[in-house]
């Protein structure tokens, strides 16, 4: 089995930045492309960013210029700096890993923009 252990979510002002961590553990090997997702209420859950074990990535168009995903040199973690936050970026944020072909998710932390 795989663990995906997210952590940095909370309460953020607009304009304000967040860093979430997700660590992977467990049957880990073969893990390949890490990712972060999103989901709000009442919408569907959308992809933010991923990077693969190699480092490249993709990100969502409301991503891009604010948001930097990142990979530690074990490939075990990912990270997502938050930058330059608006109200609607308020959800839940999910960690994703592929590992032989499955796709498995963190248990996902809230990310709330508000003044």
């Known amino acids: 089995q795989v663990q995906l252990v997210e952590s940095g979510g909370g309460l953020v002002q607009p304009g304000g930045s967040l860093r979430l961590s997700c660590a992977a553990s467990?049957?880990?090997?073969?893990?390949?492309?890490m990712g972060w997702y999103r989901q709000a209420p009442g919408k569907q859950r959308e992809l933010v960013a991923d990077?693969?074990?190699?480092?490249?990535?993709k990100y969502a168009d409301s991503a891009k210029d604010r948001f930097t995903i990142s990979r530690d040199n074990a490939k075990t973690t990912v990270y997502l700096q938050m930058n330059s936050l608006k109200p609607d970026d308020t959800a839940v944020y999910y960690c994703?890993?592929?590992?032989?072909?499955?796709?498995?998710w963190g248990q996902g932390t809230q990310v709330t923009v508000s003044s």
């Open positions: 467990g049957s880990i090997f073969g893990i390949n492309t």
């Open positions: 990077i693969t074990s190699g480092g490249s990535t």
């Open positions: 994703s890993a592929w590992v032989l072909l499955r796709l498995y």
